[in-house]
């Protein structure tokens, strides 16, 4: 399921194969929460754009359109017409999210939709079973994210309860994939590693999680409110305790720069909204850093987002154009900009592995990885 070809210090380079296809590590997987990445942009374009793996979020689906329709469609593959691996996050950090509308209980959490006010209940067993509904190829299992910084005494707890679940969300999935009826009886569960910012709990926690030995291993709750600096901290603490045959995937980071300096340290799977929800307030990512399209100076800029991109965007429209479109409100403006981002994001995958196939990746880091943060 995941073979590491070759390595440079940490950073790996490797394949992961699911029952929808072979990936190439690292890989960025491409945002669509609700089966769409937000910008109107099509499984097909995905597909232009050089995404390999699709994510798609639990608790949304399940609150709209319902995943027993998924899974009367098809399961979500054939729902939004996507062929390649998927990825659905458990629900829990959006549960997190909700707070105000949410209390936490050995069984699992009860929350109010966001949409309707409707009470919902979801444990470990439930979010196995809405994601077996899906179809994805790898689910993620049912934890708790605590807020940055957090008491220690509450993250201890909180770890020994997703550790607890994890053991109920491994049982549950082994039973749904044993079913005749299941949509994807290849569905893998990836168990999350918790800790907040504490060294201990950190490692504490991967080393309890890893006797499952699950096809993958995901580090959450970063990038929810603590420094980078500690960020990378606590990667450089945990990763060593991760198993060293299986993919790490680090939750929700981030930026380019976030994503070299993981890779430095380890990760091979990443998400994040950011490119396709910056894109769409007119921040751009580019090879000479980020550039804000609303910007006056691009009024009359023939220029494309990025002379060094050959992006379907690049190659055919002016900054001048983009910015009059988001300006105006156009759908298309928005459309454009995600286009662009969601490229850049997968072509700097593309650098990377190239780098690190050909031993240059500590090159390339001293070369970009500050960068790629300068706003332009």
């Known amino acids: 399921m995941f073979k590491v070809l070759r390595t440079e210090g940490n950073a790996r380079r490797g394949e992961f194969t699911c029952a929808h296809g072979t990936v190439q590590t690292p890989v960025f997987q491409n ?56 990825l659905t996050d458990s629900g829990g950090f959006q549960v997190f999210s909700l707070s105000s509308l949410r209390r936490i209980k050995e069984e699992g959490v ?57 053991y109920r969300c491994k049982k549950e999935l082994d039973r ?89 340290r380890g990760v091979d799977f990443f998400d994040c909204v950011m490119p396709t929800r910056n894109a769409r307030h007119g921040h751009l990512f580019t090879w000479d850093g980020i550039r804000n399209l609303n910007n006056a100076k691009y009024q009359l800029d023939e220029n494309p987002i990025d002379e060094r991109c050959s992006c379907p965007v690049c190659r055919n429209y002016s900054r001048a154009y983009i910015r009059h479109l988001l300006k105006s409100g156009e759908m298309l403006g928005q459309r454009l900009a995600v286009m662009h981002n969601l490229w850049f994001y997968n072509n700097l995958m593309t650098q990377i592995r190239k780098t690190l196939d050909d031993g240059d990746f500590a090159a390339f880091r001293a070369q970009w990885s500050d960068r790629l943060s300068r706003r332009i």
């Open 176 to 264: 749904l994939n044993s079913l005749p009826t299941t949509v994807n009886p290849q569905q893998m569960l990836f168990g999350i590693n918790q800790g907040g910012t504490y060294d201990d709990l950190r490692i504490q926690h991967m080393k309890d999680i890893a006797q499952l030995d699950l096809p993958g291993y995901a580090i959450g709750g970063l990038a929810v409110g603590e420094s980078t600096e500690t960020m990378y901290h606590i990667l450089d603490v945990v990763l060593p305790h991760a198993p060293q045959d299986k993919p790490r995937y680090l939750m929700g980071v981030g930026t380019p720069s976030n994503i070299i300096e993981a890779v430095w």
């Open 31 to 86: 945002v669509g929460t609700q089966g769409a990445i937000k910008g109107a942009v099509s499984a097909q374009d995905l597909k232009e754009l050089g995404c390999q793996i699709e994510l798609s979020n639990t608790y949304h689906l399940h609150v709209r359109p319902g995943d027993q329709i998924v899974r009367a469609m098809g399961g979500l593959h054939k729902f939004m017409n996507w062929d390649g691996p998927i």
């Open 110 to 166: 009860y929350f109010s939709s966001h949409v309707d006010g409707r009470k919902i209940f979801m444990g470990p067993e439930e979010s196995m079973q809405i994601q077996s509904n899906l179809g994805s190829d790898i689910a993620m299992a049912f934890d708790e994210c605590c807020e940055n910084p957090s008491p220690y005494e509450y993250v201890k707890k909180s770890c020994e309860r997703t550790t607890r679940w994890l």
